[in-house]
């Protein structure tokens, strides 16, 4: 089984930067799409970014595009989320999520498209 584990979190004043980490274990690393999520109390699970297996495409959401980078190092086998311009709605728990199977090259956007989750990390932006 998939085993994910996410550092990384803690607390940032708005305006700031944090970066995230997910380290995978227990399967080619490279052969799978990867993706964050993040979720608060009362609300769904939110999609943050998402890159294939190979790092060549990426995609985000507004709520977080051109703030959010995700990145891979395949060779680590590890995945990043890089914050910028943090904002007090941003504050979540930040979870890596890893596809249930190897597919063409391509990003992964829908929850149910990750069956391996990470047990997630706490971020929080003061105001």
């Known amino acids: 089984q998939v085993q994910l584990v996410e550092s990384g979190g803690g607390l940032v004043q708005a305006g700031g930067s944090s970066r995230l980490s997910c380290a995978a274990s227990?399967?080619?690393?490279?052969?799978?799409?990867m993706g964050w999520f993040r979720q608060v109390p009362g609300k769904e699970r939110e999609f943050v970014a998402a890159?294939?297996?190979?790092?060549?495409?990426?995609y985000y959401p507004d709520s977080v595009k051109g703030r959010f980078t995700i990145s891979r190092d395949n060779a680590k086998n590890t995945i990043y989320l890089q914050m910028n311009n943090l904002k007090p709605e941003d504050t979540a728990v930040y979870y890596c999520?890893?596809?249930?199977?190897?597919?063409?090259?391509?990003?992964?956007?829908?929850?149910?498209?990750?069956?391996?989750w990470g047990q997630g990390t706490q971020v929080t932006v003061s105001s």
């Open positions: 999520a890893a596809a249930g199977v190897p597919t063409r090259d391509v990003v992964l956007l829908q929850r149910f498209e990750y069956p391996y």
């Open positions: 227990g399967r080619t690393f490279s052969s799978y799409a």
């Open positions: 890159i294939s297996r190979s790092g060549a495409k990426t």
